[in-house]
């Protein structure tokens, strides 16, 4: 077991405790409340600057970034009061502990990827300078972790799944 493995496992005992103390609801609803905010923002902040200029008579034109931040901080905190909601929904019908089991899996898998992604970024920046592939690191850790990103990558791109870009 190398250096690198044990860092590995201590991030990924940290993920999985706040993952259990955040749980699955509050997770999934800081992620979802950003995902719809990058999506809907543009449009309601159009909307909503119409709004505020109809009702001020013209008299005062706030830029459109000032509008686009209100709205994005407005979904997200929307977004994010839902999800507490549910959170305490769960513990009053007496299911909180699904949500905290689910919140530990959520966050394991999501420090996984991010250190999968952290990798992959590091073996094409090693391959961009020295045109060859790194070593790989030594542990028991590196191969699955590498290995597992590549999957999702390759599914991802197989059902056309796209970024923006």
């Known amino acids: 077991m190398s250096i690198f493995d044990i860092v590995i496992i201590a991030l990924l005992i940290f993920a999985l405790v706040r993952g259990a103390i955040l749980g699955i609801f509050r997770q999934l609803g800081v992620l979802v ?18 709004l505020v200029y109809n009702i001020t008579s013209g008299a005062t034109r706030l830029e459109g970034t000032l509008y686009y931040s209100i709205m994005f901080v407005a979904i997200v905190l929307i977004t994010y009061l839902i999800s507490i909601l549910l959170h305490k929904t769960s513990k009053v019908l007496k299911i909180g ?69």
């Open 97 to 165: 502990w699904i949500d905290r089991l689910l919140g530990a899996a959520f966050g394991g898998l999501k420090l996984l990827m991010i250190v999968g992604i952290l990798l992959h970024i590091y073996i094409g920046i090693y391959k961009g300078i020295y045109n060859q592939p790194p070593t790989p690191l030594e542990g028991v850790t590196y191969t699955p972790i590498v290995d597992s990103v590549s999957a999702i990558m390759k599914f991802v791109t197989d059902h056309g799944i796209t970024f923006g870009y």
């Open 33 to 50: 409340g950003v995902v719809l905010a990058l999506l809907f923002t543009g449009i309601l902040s159009t909307l909503f600057s119409d």
